[in-house]
């Protein structure tokens, strides 16, 4: 199958400010690729381009099969996402965040009501179901949020930091998730500040000054800049940076 994210020297500039410079990679079908930067790298603004959320300078850029310039639409209906900051409703109750996403992703009636009841088995919520979000503890709460990023079965999972926050074990157990959504074939592009987490993706990207500095799986950057662990590659490359936030 073709990559589902393919992107020729996507750029985007602010006036003079190049914010991300002539990106080019490629995604494959159920690949975990990890997207790495300091604050100030241009990862924030490559991922809203790759959402069809911000129109790129120039370069060339296909998402889920579709064009970032003229199909922006049709790709927020093929992607899923999940921010860095809880992006579900805190006064609705977990079904009711279910059906609400699930009526934004055009489903109908009877697609939701079925995957409302396979989500809240698949995360043993059935007991919570009419509980308002604000009252569930912040790790039910992030896996509800990727959960209900899935809802309508997207090609592409972007996920903004997903786990800030929460403790290891919690973080653990939601990369147990991410790893069952990618078995099924979803792809999942995830930003992250934890350098353990990096590890667990097929492919690690690292941005520096708005440039993909390093582009490879964990082992063979390790390999390639003699480090025993990602986060003293991603050191080593992000101290080069000249600009910041």
Not at 87 to 116: C, H, P, W
Not at 206 to 216: E, N, R
Not at 223 to 235: G, P, R
């Amino acid at each position: 199958m073709p990559p589902v994210i393919i992107t020729d020297k996507l750029t985007k500039r602010f006036g003079a400010f190049v914010a991300a410079s002539e990106l080019t990679f490629q995604v494959e079908k159920g690949e975990i690729f990890g997207f790495l930067g300091a604050n100030g790298a241009g990862k924030t603004t490559a991922m809203r381009m790759l959402c069809g959320l911000l129109k790129p300078s120039s370069g060339k850029a296909t998402i889920a099969g579709f064009d970032v310039y003229t199909q922006t639409e049709k790709i927020k209906r093929r992607i899923g996402y999940m921010s860095q900051k809880f992006s579900l409703y805190d006064d609705l109750t977990v079904s009711e965040n279910i059906r609400f996403y699930g009526g934004i992703y055009g489903m109908n009636t009877k697609q939701i009501k079925a995957k409302t009841q396979d989500l809240l088995a698949e995360l043993q919520l059935e007991n919570e179901a009419k509980t308002l979000v604000r009252d569930l503890p912040l790790g039910w709460k992030q896996k509800l949020a990727f959960s209900v990023s899935l809802v309508h079965s997207p090609d592409i999972v972007f996920l903004d930091e997903p786990t800030g926050g929460v403790d290891p074990v919690t973080r653990r157990q939601f990369w147990d998730l991410i790893y069952h959504a990618a078995d099924k074939g979803v792809t999942v592009f995830v930003t992250t500040h934890y350098m353990d987490e990096a590890e667990y993706c097929n492919r690690v990207s690292i941005m520096v000054d708005g440039v993909i500095a390093a582009l490879d799986s964990p082992a063979n950057l390790k390999q390639k800049y003699n480090h025993s662990n990602i986060e003293d590659v991603f050191y080593e490359l992000a101290r080069k940076a000249k600009r910041s936030e």
